[in-house]
């Protein structure tokens, strides 16, 4: 069995948010299956961690939701990504790229002692 | 912007809290992975056990949803709130005695708050009152100290732009008010052009003085206070512009004054000074008349009004002739500036400050008797406590608990100590002499309402940390164990015995205080005043220069009344005179004694002036020691002579007889020649004759506008006020009498504030007394429920009802013994601020310390009789069954 990773806090959000903003509105399932699914499963997360980041998301005014019928006619509440969620997003992105840079030249460091 | 718009949505969560909608959601999602599964092949039963452990712990899901939705500090503030709203709702006995009490105390002090804010924090209609100062004139030699000052000294402070903004003078003269059926007499004020600007007073109708109308000769112009307004006219908007007669002359209302400015106090209107420009000459600068009110620039410190006054000064003296020069300094003259607060305050502040002590430390003994009953509550509920921190309450979560009691508490017993004040006060200025209570009346701004709040609060800190700490201290093993009963059951009585005793030393220094007070008041009515009040009434009048323009025709009225008198039923004797003793008037002035010159450093000889007809002496009781006093020959046109009173007699000419010497007045006119000496008499004030003694001149050589008509009779002093009006009337129907009052009432009135002090510092001192006794009684009566089973054990072990009663009240009285021991002590140490107040007592009096240290020993023994008694009365057959 290959090794699944959790998800430390904070990126869950970013996750998320990356998601609406792909695939449009979505409910709490489709958002966590959209994750497992793009990390080719590598990422594990209890469902259940999700929803606080939700509110917390929806609180800052980044996401909005609205109850409405799943495709199998379940009511469920959608979650879409606001401008300022999508604002959020391009500054968050471009932490990581920068954070992603960083490591990057840090791992291409030849070691004295390798 | 993020974080503030995350915690509003999180302060609303907190309460406004949907939880269907959450399991709901949770429920679809948890129903969608089971079909999913379902859907990829899985058997139901694992669909359904697989969908739940992929979604994890459900509960633990909602529960940091919860935490993420709302704010949990605020959320457990809450639960504490109603926990403790609560169980205060299940004892409603503690609830209502604590609250009020806390009522009374926080409601009493509020209420004098009120009083002192307005007094000499914020007077009411004036702006920034911390920049106003008041000119003074010290002579230094002369025991001489006024707040009053001379033209030229308020021309130059004027004309100082760089220190102060504006200045402006008053002086206060009568009106005599005619629009009406019966003519009326208004306090009233003339003040210069700008005095409106030094208060910043703004008015509600029309406009105030300019500076042209400040002018001799200018129109006659007047502007009303609020309140003279309302009573005169009604409130009628349309009174601008309209004239009325003052002293008969024709005055036009050209404004109304805004509801609260009413400086000088208690006037009714202001006309301007119009000060003619002689005024301010050189040689008026020792004329000193004037009330001088000054508003410092923005920033600039009153220190450097003083160094600017001092310079003047210098140079006012180096300028002054060489004659004058002398006198001058050789007298210690100085000008300074006071506070304008301190100088309104006057003579109240002092014992306002007492007052507001007083509460304070009622206040103080009030919540130390809450602690006191939270304290034996805390131990009654050691169980329930206990059980709270076993079932995981944290140490801190229980004491938050006590904390929220105690602010609750704290705050009821505010709010309605904050209704309760409003009446308190008004019922204080009715208590409280005219003399005091002048101007004032129950008034609450911002200020009162933060001293409300921040007494409340401080209150509920205080009698809440004891407990809170007590609560820190708790062992719940212990607590459930012993049955609940105690709660570490020694150090708890050790701590409400020691709030006791600090309430018996605070009500000690309150009984003392009023003892103190109690004493020195019946020193004062024993002091003679160096006449007989008895019978004597008196009533004032002021003659109009319209009608009567000179002596002459003042003299006319002043004889014309006194033939009248004369012949009325029922009077003894009859005088006119000004001042009279105890009408709070005082003349004074310099003068020179012929064939003699001042040796170089000492001052010009100093007396007190008073006017005087010839049955004066027999009208008041004064001894003539000497010569003999004024008769009718004393007139205009025969030798102008004097008398005067044994003191002074003494102090300038101490070796040799005064009779036949004469003296010139330094304001001018003719020399008098001394021809009677009479016995000294109390002109203001039985606590302090600091007067270095009395002129007297004959009313009928020297005349004026105005004075007091005195009446002696052997009944009832309140039975010749008709024959007064009736003698005033038939000689001018026009003239008001005003300031009507027997001469026992004004000396009553001058110990008015002493006796209003007293009543309420006693009234606080017996509450006190009977709040520490409560505290006493409560702590005894405990720790006789505690000791019940000891106490059984002894009576059956054939321990006398005597010695038992004893070891209870002992127990009692230890602790009043120590709050009687502290109680002195402070009293030693904070006495001095007391004796400013006191007379002919020490502010450590042995025979006060006696009687108040006995009265509350007393209470004390009372307070532990009652639970003692109860002690013996046990049956010890019941007591050691039990348990």
């Known amino acids: 069995m290959e090794q699944r990773t959790d998800v430390w806090q904070g990126t869950l959000a970013l996750m998320v948010l990356k998601t609406l903003n792909a695939l449009g509105p979505l409910h709490g399932y489709g958002i966590a299956r959209r994750i497992e699914q793009t990390s080719e499963n590598l990422l594990s997360i209890n469902h259940g961690t999700l929803y606080p980041v939700l509110l917390k998301l929806e609180q800052e005014g980044s996401i909005d939701s609205e109850w409405g019928v799943s495709d199998n006619n379940r009511k469920a509440k959608f979650y879409r990504i606001t401008k300022a969620g999508k604002k959020e997003l391009t500054a968050a992105e471009r932490e990581w790229q920068r954070a992603n840079d960083i490591m990057a030249r840090f791992s291409a460091l030849q070691g004295e002692s390798s | ?883």
């Open chain 2, 1 to 883: 912007m993020k974080g503030l718009r995350r915690g509003w949505k999180r302060l609303l969560g907190s309460l406004i809290r949907e939880e269907s909608e959450l399991s709901l959601e949770l429920q679809s999602h948890i129903e969608m992975q089971i079909e999913d599964n379902i859907r990829a092949g899985m058997p139901p039963e694992k669909a359904r056990r697989e969908a739940k452990l992929k979604f994890g712990g459900l509960e633990s899901a909602k529960e940091s949803y919860r935490d993420q939705r709302g704010l949990l500090w605020l959320e457990t503030t809450f639960a504490d709130f109603r926990y403790a709203a609560r169980s205060l709702r299940k004892s409603p006995g503690f609830t209502t005695v604590a609250v009020l009490t806390l009522a009374l105390g926080i409601g009493a002090n509020i209420a004098i708050f009120s009083l002192v804010n307005q007094v000499l924090l914020h007077p009411p209609g004036i702006s920034h009152p911390e920049r106003i100062v008041v000119l003074r004139t010290k002579y230094d030699k002369l025991n001489l100290d006024i707040e009053v000052a001379a033209p030229p000294a308020l021309a130059a402070v004027r004309n100082q732009k760089e220190l102060f903004d504006y200045a402006a003078a008053s002086e206060e003269p009568s009106f005599i008010y005619a629009d009406q059926q019966t003519p009326e007499r208004l306090p009233g004020a003339a003040v210069s052009a700008q005095w409106f600007d030094v208060f910043g007073a703004q008015p509600q109708l029309g406009r105030v003085f300019t500076p042209e109308e400040d002018q001799p000769n200018a129109n006659r112009v007047v502007v009303l206070a609020h309140s003279a307004w309302l009573r005169l006219f009604g409130g009628d908007p349309n009174v601008i512009g309209r004239s009325i007669e003052l002293n008969q002359k024709a005055y036009q209302i050209i404004g109304v004054m805004g509801r609260d400015f009413r400086w000088p106090r208690a006037v009714d209107l202001w006309v301007p000074l119009a000060l003619p420009p002689t005024a301010f000459t050189p040689q008026n600068w020792f004329n000193e008349h004037l009330s001088v009110a000054a508003r410092m620039r923005q920033g600039v410190p009153p220190a450097q009004a003083d160094a600017f006054l001092k310079t003047l000064m210098t140079r006012v003296l180096d300028a002054a002739p060489p004659q004058a020069k002398r006198y001058i300094g050789d007298a210690g003259w100085s000008l300074s500036t006071t506070p304008f607060r301190d100088s309104s305050a006057g003579v109240t502040k002092t014992p306002m400050l007492i007052l507001l002590g007083a509460v304070g430390t009622v206040l103080l003994i009030a919540c130390s008797n809450i602690a006191g009953l939270m304290l034996a509550r805390t131990s009654v509920r050691a169980r329930e406590l206990a059980v709270r921190a076993s079932l995981g309450a944290t140490r801190v979560r229980l004491i938050r608990g006590v904390a929220a009691e105690s602010l609750l508490l704290s705050l009821a017993g505010g709010a309605v100590g904050v209704a309760i004040a409003h009446a308190a006060a008004r019922l204080l200025l009715q208590l409280a002499p005219e003399s005091s209570a002048a101007g004032l009346e129950p008034r609450s701004d911002a200020y009162v309402l933060g001293f409300a709040v921040a007494a409340s609060l401080i209150s509920g800190i205080f009698f809440g940390l004891v407990p809170a700490w007590q609560v820190s201290k708790l062992n719940p093993h212990a607590g459930l164990r012993g049955g609940g009963r105690t709660l570490a059951g020694g150090a708890r009585q050790r701590l409400r015995s020691a709030l006791v005793v600090v309430e018996a030393a605070l009500a000690l220094v309150l009984l003392m205080a009023a003892g103190l007070f109690l004493r020195s008041l019946a020193r004062l009515q024993e002091i003679n005043p160096g006449f007989e009040p008895r019978g004597v009434m008196t009533a004032s009048f002021l003659l109009p220069t319209q009608s009567y323009s000179d002596g002459e025709r003042q003299t006319v009225f002043i004889r014309n009344v006194l033939d009248r008198l004369a012949g009325a039923k029922g009077v003894t004797a009859a005088t006119i005179g000004r001042p009279i003793p105890f009408s709070g008037e005082l003349e004074a002035g310099a003068f020179f004694i012929q064939g003699r010159t001042i040796p170089q450093g000492e001052a010009i000889p100093q007396s007190e002036h008073r006017w005087a007809s010839p049955d004066y002496l027999k009208t008041f009781g004064i001894p003539l020691k000497e010569g003999r006093f004024f008769n009718d020959l004393d007139r205009a046109g025969t030798e102008q002579v004097a008398v005067i009173d044994e003191k002074l007699a003494r102090r300038y000419w101490p070796k040799e007889d005064p009779l036949g010497k004469r003296i010139q007045p330094a304001s001018g006119g003719d020399p008098l020649k001394i021809v009677g000496i009479v016995g000294h008499v109390t002109q203001s004030d039985l606590a302090s004759d600091a007067d270095s003694g009395v002129l007297y001149r004959s009313i009928f050589q020297d005349p004026m506008g105005g004075g007091s008509i005195v009446v002696k009779t052997t009944g009832d002093a309140a039975s010749m006020v008709g024959a007064i009006r009736d003698a005033v009337r038939e000689t001018d129907a026009s003239l008001p009498l005003f300031n009507v009052k027997s001469m026992d009432a004004m000396i009553g009135n001058s110990l008015a504030p002493r006796r209003f002090l007293l009543r309420v510092l006693g009234f606080f001192a017996g509450v006190a007394l009977f709040l520490a006794a409560l505290g006493l009684y409560g702590v005894i009566s405990y720790s006789v429920a505690q000791r019940t089973r000891e106490i059984g054990i002894r009576v059956a072990l054939g321990a006398e009802r005597r010695s038992v009663l004893r070891l209870v009240v002992g127990e009692g009285l230890r602790l009043a013994v120590f709050g009687v021991a502290i109680g002195v002590a402070a009293v030693a140490l904070a006495g001095r601020f007391l004796e400013s107040q006191l007379f002919g007592v020490d502010a450590f009096d042995p025979l006060t310390i006696l009687m108040t240290s006995a009265t509350l020993l007393a209470a004390g023994l009372l307070a532990s009789y009652l639970p003692a008694r109860r002690a013996v009365r046990v049956d010890p057959a019941v007591t050691l069954r039990s348990d």
